[in-house]
């Protein structure tokens, strides 16, 4: 039987009933099952206090005996200036994020690509790929020692006769600094991606671009960016899903009440109604507003993902 046949064969037979896919595979979904069950008690469970966003919620009352209020908390967010603020803070600084995160690994990758010699090539992906791996605790340690009043840069300005700038606590430049110290702990991820789609293009293009004489410019034009234009669109489209996510782990080891008014986004906003001021019930409110629209994108990332470059997860 040729090989055509027997997949034809395979397709034609009946499909499985429930019962009889897991006495086949029971040791797989024996392997899982841990797994599953904490998936469930940590991130289903808990999904149970979103009722607290249709409540005024007291903590003495607890879920079931706390007023039910319904939409009121979630007028509230385009009520008050702190979360209205909060939002653009939150869309200025992830689109930032998006569109920098973007363009500068593709431009990198195609420079360090046209590296000819290999040890050069590898030491610098090496280093530009290490910060991807520390912590923003320790990153944001980092910038306050080269950053801070009494750190290198303004220790190097006050030599020059110039007043010390506190670069972090200025809600001018704040926004700026949060994006390019993202870039540069992450644009070393992205750029490693593009390089893996570069060497996937096949090389017979480029000798047969050097027959008809063009210059490495117009291979890379031609050649190398319409190659990795699907994996350009595949992240391009992914990253709408974090439009509302601009990096809370960075914003709250790094901002200060000096810079609430531009760094201030959605997830730390969350967090101090919530936890800190005790506003349980208006905190759960912008937490589920931003997840719903989060949701959303994510959904429609995934769709133009599949449309414009044939990508899927399911």
């Known amino acids: 039987m040729m090989k055509g046949e027997k997949d034809k064969e395979k397709y034609l037979q009946p ?15 024996v392997l899982i099952m841990p797994a599953f069950v904490l998936a469930i008690i940590f991130c289903y469970v808990p999904m149970g206090g979103l009722i607290m966003a249709f409540q005024n919620y007291k903590p003495w009352l607890g879920i079931t005996g706390s007023e039910f209020i319904g939409m009121e908390n979630f007028k509230q967010i385009f009520v008050f200036q702190e979360s209205y603020q909060a939002i653009i803070n939150t869309l200025i600084i992830a689109v930032s994020k998006i569109v920098l995160g973007l363009i500068v690994p593709i431009v990198i990758a195609l420079l360090l690509n046209e590296v000819s010699n290999v040890g050069l090539k590898k030491g610098i ?10 912590s923003w605790v320790t990153v ?8 801070g009043l009494d750190g290198i840069v303004n220790s190097a300005i006050q030599r020059l006769g110039m007043e010390p700038i506190f670069f972090l606590g200025e809600a001018g430049m704040y926004r700026q600094i949060i994006v390019l110290s993202d870039l ?3 644009f ?17 293009l480029y000798e047969a671009a050097q027959m008809d004489g063009a210059n490495r410019f117009q291979q890379t ?6 190659g990795i234009a699907p994996m350009i669109i595949v992240m391009a489209t992914l ?18 009440p000096l810079t609430y008014s531009t760094g201030d986004i959605i997830d730390t906003y ?16 912008v937490g589920l507003f931003k997840s719903g629209i989060s949701f959303m994108l994510t959904v429609i990332a995934y769709k133009l993902a599949y449309k414009f470059a044939g990508y899927r997860i399911f």
Do not use: C
């Open 188 to 204: 070393g991820f992205g750029m490693i991606v593009y390089l893996a789609a570069i060497s996937n293009i096949d090389q017979s």
């Open 125 to 134: 992906q090496t280093l530009v790929y290490l910060p991807h791996f520390l």
């Open 184 to 186: 540069w702990k992450g």
């Open 15 to 29: 499909k499985r009933s429930w019962k009889q896919e897991i006495q086949r595979n029971w040791a797989l979904y």
């Open 140 to 147: 944001a340690g980092m910038m306050r020692d080269v950053l």
């Open 221 to 226: 034009l031609h050649i190398t960016l319409p």
């Open 239 to 256: 990253s709408l899903g974090n439009v509302l996510n601009a990096g809370f782990d960075q914003i709250y080891n790094t901002y200060s």
């Open 270 to 285: 969350v967090y101090r109604q919530s936890l800190i001021n005790g506003q349980y019930s208006f905190g759960t409110a």
